[in-house]
């Protein structure tokens, strides 16, 4: 099993659970986050002060698979969230070694 971790734009969130739907994913985790990378954020001028925004608003998706899937769910995610401008984000691939279903017991792939 592997967990794939998104750091995608927000507006393209919608995209990105379309084309995980339609690979047959049933579940995934979203959460609202901050950062930057190479973007290194930006200036705004507010009430005539100039101010740099260190840390850009972000979406992090997460999605656990079977190992046969990983290669799709990467594929879907990256054609999904692309738009070919910087800040669109990237794609973890981390080895998960246990899952368990709390309300059944279910273990492994069973559990996801």
Known sequence: MQKVEAIIKPFKLDEVKEAL?????QGITVSE??????????TELYRGAEY????????????????????KVLDAI???ANTGRIGDGKIFVIPVGEAVRIRTGDTGEDAI
């Open 78 to 80: 990256q054609e999904a």
């Open 33 to 42: 986050v901050k950062g930057f990378g190479r973007q290194k954020g930006h």
């Open 21 to 25: 739907n339609g690979i047959g994913i």
């Open 52 to 71: 740099v925004v260190d840390f850009l608003p972000k979406i992090k998706v997460e999605v656990v698979v079977g190992d046969d899937l990983t290669s």
